[in-house]
């Protein structure tokens, strides 16, 4: 399982810099007039199955939850009542999140018609603009920015870390959570999340 943190991308890239023992990176701890390291490409990890997805039994009531939408409007899941949610938490940051993004925008796609919703709820705490930059600059379409710059959300749900996927049923409970990066467009996940929800 592939989660990623704050603390892990900072010190993660820290380590990697020293443990290369390049000339680059000990001129980097000179502080060079301008920047000459680049890190490494870090290879894409592997999408999960949907055979990870762990269910909540008996379903469960979720906590009152504020998302904001791109004009920092506040919304609650209960708007979405009678619908079902795919609820991700994650960040442009995270190497996971980035993987898994493009099926989430294709999962979105292929439920549009059976009234369940994918809310991809950004934890970046530079906002939408960030949100709007990334999906621009990876061609995402079809989702729209949701926001938890402050992760009160993520920390209400108790979510260990990014990125963490809830789906949630129409009555709002949550039936089931998938933490790590997966392969949301496998037929699998199609599947299993409109047998969950209804």
Same mark, same amino acid.
């Not at 939408?69 to 506040?74: L, P, Y």
């Given at each position: 399982?592939?989660?990623?943190? &704050? =603390?892990?991308?900072?010190?993660?890239? @820290?380590?990697?810099?020293?443990?290369?023992?390049?000339?680059?990176?000990?001129?980097?701890?000179?502080?060079?007039? $301008?920047?000459?390291?680049?890190?490494?490409? $870090?290879?894409?990890?592997? *999408?999960?199955?949907?055979? =990870?997805?762990?269910?909540?039994d008996?379903?469960? @009531?979720?906590?009152?939850?504020?998302?904001?939408?791109?004009?920092?409007?506040?919304h609650?899941?209960?708007?979405?009542?009678?619908?079902?949610?795919?609820?991700? *938490?994650?960040?442009?940051? +995270?190497?996971? +999140?980035?993987? /898994?993004m493009?099926?989430?925008?294709?999962l979105?796609?292929?439920?549009?018609?059976?009234?369940?919703?994918?809310?991809?709820l %950004?934890?970046? &705490?530079?906002? @939408?603009?960030?949100?709007?930059?990334?999906? @621009?600059?990876?061609?995402?379409?079809?989702?729209?920015?949701?926001?938890?710059?402050?992760?009160?959300?993520?920390?209400?749900?108790?979510?260990?870390?990014?990125p963490?996927?809830?789906?949630?049923?129409?009555?709002?409970?949550?039936?089931?959570?998938? /933490?790590?990066?997966?392969?949301?467009? %496998?037929p699998e996940?199609? /599947?299993?999340? *409109? &047998?969950?929800?209804?």
């Open positions: 399982m592939s989660v990623t943190t &704050r =603390r892990a991308m900072l010190a993660g890239g @820290a380590a990697a810099a020293v443990a290369g023992g390049t000339v680059a990176a000990a001129t980097m701890l000179r502080k060079p007039p $301008e920047p000459i390291f680049t890190p490494v490409a $870090e290879a894409e990890p592997a *999408l999960e199955p949907f055979s =990870r997805f762990a269910p909540t008996p379903p469960a @009531a979720l906590p009152e939850l504020k998302l904001f939408d791109a004009a920092g409007g506040a609650t899941l209960a708007e979405f009542a009678g619908k079902g949610v795919v609820l991700n *938490l994650w960040a442009t940051w +995270c190497v996971p +999140c980035v993987a /898994e493009p099926s989430l925008a294709a979105a796609t292929k439920l549009a018609t059976a009234g369940i919703v994918v809310l991809p %950004s934890n970046d &705490r530079g906002g @939408a603009p960030v949100v709007q930059k990334f999906y @621009a600059a990876h061609a995402v379409a079809g989702l729209d920015v949701w926001l938890d710059p402050k992760g009160v959300a993520a920390n209400a749900l108790h979510a260990r870390g990014l963490t996927t809830l789906v949630v049923d129409r009555q709002g409970r949550e039936r089931g959570r998938l /933490e790590g990066g997966a392969d949301w467009a %496998s996940a199609v /599947e299993g999340i *409109l &047998r969950i929800v209804g």
